[in-house]
């Protein structure tokens, strides 16, 4: 059974367009995060969700809107699409321990936007 | 901000031979980790090591930890060319905060 599961895979659309990019996990855990890994494999953190609460928020264009309906599931909008959206988003999540450091994280097979 | 910076870029090595792959970091941290990613896949969690702890060792991998230099390695050793793929470290500076990644070191290992 996939632990960390994305969709879509693989996602192409025009600019200005919106988008959304789901993802589940059935680990259990209960911090989530949404990554975006470039065409230089630069691997960077956009968000991250402790028990359905934003606890992160990094210097993100906020056309971008993360939604944790559950604590199993933090879900990627994107508004108003751009070229330079293209990249790959992964989705992790792990298991944090009240103010301890995450734990190892597991990713999701990854979902490659392309913005024509 | 980016916070780990892997040396080699890229590794060419033989079946059978060792590989070793350098991190670097910034700041203080808390743990530091590695993790592999084969081509068009996600993240794999490798190894954990706690910022008390100098040396790890996890089948064929061995991680070091000098936090004077702010530097870690990563061994694998007998390289198969299953372990083809690109390795990240990544860190996370104090309790509660994300994980930072470097750029990766790519691994071909031929036979």
């Known amino acids: 059974d996939t632990a960390v599961s994305q969709t879509p895979k693989y996602l192409v659309t025009q600019m200005g367009n919106d988008k959304s990019i789901k993802c589940e996990q059935n680990?259990?855990?209960?911090?989530m995060y949404w990554y975006k890994q470039d065409s230089k494999k630069f691997l960077k953190i956009m968000f991250s969700y402790n028990n359905k609460e934003l606890i992160i928020n990094e210097t993100v264009p906020n056309r971008f809107s993360p939604k944790s309906p559950d604590k199993a599931h933090l879900n990627l909008h994107i508004n108003s699409l751009e070229l330079g959206d293209s990249a790959v988003y992964f989705c992790?999540?792990?298991?944090?321990?009240?103010?301890?450091?995450?734990?190892?994280?597991?990713f999701g097979p990854g979902t490659r936007l392309t913005v024509l | 901000s980016q916070q780990g910076e892997e040396d080699p870029q890229a590794l060419s090595i033989q079946e059978g031979e060792n590989a070793t792959m350098n991190c670097s970091y910034k700041t203080s941290i808390n743990n530091l980790q590695w993790y592999r990613q084969n081509s068009g896949r996600g993240l794999v969690h490798l190894i954990l090591?706690?910022?008390?702890?100098r040396e790890k060792h996890s089948g064929r991998l061995r991680v070091t930890l000098d936090t004077s230099k702010k530097s870690s390695s990563l061994l694998i050793t007998a390289s198969r060319a299953a372990d083809t793929a690109s390795y990240f470290c990544a860190t996370d500076h104090q309790a509660g905060t994300a994980l930072i990644f470097g750029k990766g070191t790519t691994l071909s290992v031929s036979s």
């Open positions: 992790a999540s792990s298991q944090s321990g009240g103010r301890a450091s995450y734990n190892e994280q597991f």
């Open positions: 090591i706690r910022s008390n702890e």
């Open positions: 680990l259990g855990h209960d911090t």
